[in-house]
């Protein structure tokens, strides 16, 4: 059953903005336990913003948006190449730890 979905990836030049949406379908995860990772080629997924946490490479750049209790926003502007991967998101809470599937974002030079 799937939980959590996020949608809003693309293709778009270097320089742009995308908006990801992160929505949960069940009432036990909610946006306040959610956070945005991004996850390269053969790499393991790093954080990219959470509500106490975002990675220095997206700052003032990206900024998490709580749309309502179910539903959390990555807003990325001034998109660079290297920001290009697969966007999930994560709930964490007391006994919970569930992936989204992802979205893919790719920024072309």
């Known amino acids: 059953q799937v939980q959590l979905v996020e949608s809003g990836g693309g293709l778009v030049q270097a320089g742009g903005s995308l908006t990801l949406s992160c929505q949960s379908f069940?009432?036990?995860?909610?946006?306040?336990?959610m956070s945005w990772y991004r996850q390269t080629a053969g790499k393991q997924p790093e954080l990219v913003a959470s509500?106490?946490?975002?990675?220095d490479s997206v700052k003032g750049r990206f900024a998490i948006q709580k749309v309502n209790d179910k539903m959390l926003n990555l807003q990325m502007n001034n998109l660079k190449p290297e920001d290009t991967g697969v966007y999930l998101c994560?709930?964490?809470?007391?006994?919970?730890?569930?992936w989204g599937q992802g979205t893919q974002v790719t920024v072309s030079s």
């Open positions: 994560r709930a964490v809470g007391a006994g919970y730890d569930y």
């Open positions: 069940t009432n036990v995860y909610t946006s306040n336990m």
């Open positions: 509500f106490s946490h975002i990675a």
